[in-house]
């Protein structure tokens, strides 16, 4: 998948909140951040980086206007919460989620096509 292909703008509500159910049921210690992840794709920017390929610059939920890079190949972002605590933060989780959602988008389309 190329990094155009990822983009907010074509993410239905539904498609998003059936996403987020699945991450949560999978990870349900991380529904906070999943929760925050999903915030982030419906009402913050993300966009791929111009220079890395593979990182895309998150827009902070609580913090508009501020981005944060994300690495999602190595898993890593440059915000606070990762660096204290490790693991997958909100900025990652809207990446992941986006990716999900492009993922369902895809199936939906080959079975209508079938
Ligand atoms: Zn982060």
């Not at 906070?32 to 593979?54: C, F, H, M, N, S």
């Not at 990182?55 to 204290?84: A, I, K, L, N, T």
């Amino acid at each position: 998948m190329t990094s155009r292909q990822l983009t907010t703008r074509t993410v239905s509500i539904a498609d998003l909140r059936q996403v987020v159910d699945v991450a949560a049921l999978r990870h349900p210690e991380a529904r906070t951040r999943i929760e925050k992840g999903a915030a982030i794709v419906l009402l913050r920017t993300i966009r791929p980086d111009p220079e890395y390929l593979g990182c895309f610059d998150v827009e902070s939920e609580s913090e508009p206007g501020r981005f944060y890079s994300v690495d999602q190949g190595v898993g890593v972002c440059q915000c606070p919460d990762q660096q204290r605590r490790g693991g997958r933060c909100g900025h990652i989780w809207a990446l992941e989620l986006l990716r999900a959602v492009a993922r369902l988008q895809a199936r939906q389309t080959a079975a209508v096509a079938a």
